[in-house]
């Protein structure tokens, strides 16, 4: 599943695998990751993530997704 589902605070809490795969889908490259330290050991390991968009010769994926996004009549 790649994920964690708390329905008493109603968080979710995903694994680095699964972070990973959604960055990519994104089209965003994984730069630098690191473990954040000094957290008390009950908390789940909390990861920061430096990210780049990927190249793309069609534009980025944000540009195709407005592009191929219906019209919004106001």
């Known amino acids: 599943m790649g994920f964690e589902v708390d329905n008493t605070d ?8 699964h972070y990973k795969e959604l ?28 990210l780049q968009r990927k190249p793309s010769a069609e534009g980025s ?6 592009k191929n996004a219906p019209a919004v009549l106001e």
């Open 10 to 17: 109603n968080s979710v809490t995903r694994s680095d695998k």
């Open 23 to 50: 960055f990519d889908k994104a089209g965003l490259t994984l730069i630098r990751d690191e473990i954040q330290k000094d957290l008390p050991d009950e908390l789940f390991e909390v990861r920061m993530y430096a």
């Open 61 to 66: 994926p944000t540009k195709k997704a407005k």
